[in-house]
């Protein structure tokens, strides 16, 4: 479809309807994903106590179900924090004492929940770690991983890192995403278990996206959502401007190479 090629979506993020949960489910998924935002070091426990504060009767078992469908686990040094699916192969992580210097020497990528008014989907974007350029996005009802994959080509029609940098999800270990990185010669890097800080950069966008964006539009649908991120997006890669990189846009620095 002409609209899908233009705005650099996969046709399956673009028509298809998540999994209907109750109103119930919707309105706690929709505070614990705030309350994440805030405090992404809260776990079960902690989301649970907040929530019953909040008038909320609810138990930690159901509180860990609905993070599970967001995608969201609490950012501190734990066993087993991403899980990827059984006989693919991990990679270890390289940037560790890495100086980031220039733009397509390392991408990130990661996954988040996005809110909608009856529901929710799942974004996918590529980083550019230097410059803090967003190369490529997608979005997904599920989290299969076919999105992913979809992102990943249009990034690679644009340019190529040296190294790409995930955590150890099962849409990131697959053996369709790595194929297509060792394809090119990319180094793959991937976060240590429990280590969400590995990715800082690409969380610090999630947060950014959320509260400048989501949080405000409060959008009805997919197709509405799409066409507002398409929108952020160009903003955030073409006119705001980062104190860390000199109060110059991510374009600015990403291109200047």
């Keep these: ?144 991983g076919t999105f992913c994959v979809a992102a990943l080509d249009w990034a690679l029609q644009r340019a190529q890192p040296e190294i790409f940098n995930s955590d150890q999800g099962a849409q990131f270990t697959s053996v369709a995403f790595t194929g297509r990185l060792e394809q090119h010669g990319i180094l793959i890097s991937m976060d240590g278990r429990g280590r969400a800080l590995d990715n800082v950069f690409v969380e610090r966008l999630w947060r950014t996206v959320k509260y400048e964006d989501i949080y405000l539009k409060d959008y009805a649908d997919v197709a509405e959502t799409v066409a507002g991120l398409r929108t952020y997006f160009t903003f955030y890669n073409h006119e705001r401007s980062h104190q860390a990189l000199g109060y110059r846009t991510p374009a600015e620095v990403y291109r200047a190479a």
């Design 1 to 144: 479809m002409q609209q899908c090629a233009l705005g650099q979506l996969s046709r399956s993020g673009f028509y298809y309807v998540p999994k209907a949960e109750s109103a119930e489910n919707l309105a706690l998924m929709r505070l614990i994903d705030e309350q994440y935002t805030r405090t992404p070091f809260y776990g079960v426990r902690k989301l649970t106590d907040w929530l019953r504060k909040h008038g909320w009767g609810i138990n930690p078992k159901r509180v860990r179900r609905l993070m599970h469908a967001l995608g969201l686990a609490a950012i501190y040094p734990k066993p087993r924090l991403s899980v990827p699916a059984p006989g693919h192969r991990i990679y270890p992580y390289r940037l560790r004492g890495l100086p980031i210097t220039r733009p397509n020497q390392v991408w990130a990528t990661d996954i988040t929940y996005i809110r909608l008014r009856q529901g929710f989907i799942y974004l996918m974007a590529i980083l550019d770690w230097h410059s803090r350029y967003v190369v490529s996005w997608d979005v997904s009802v599920s989290l299969d």
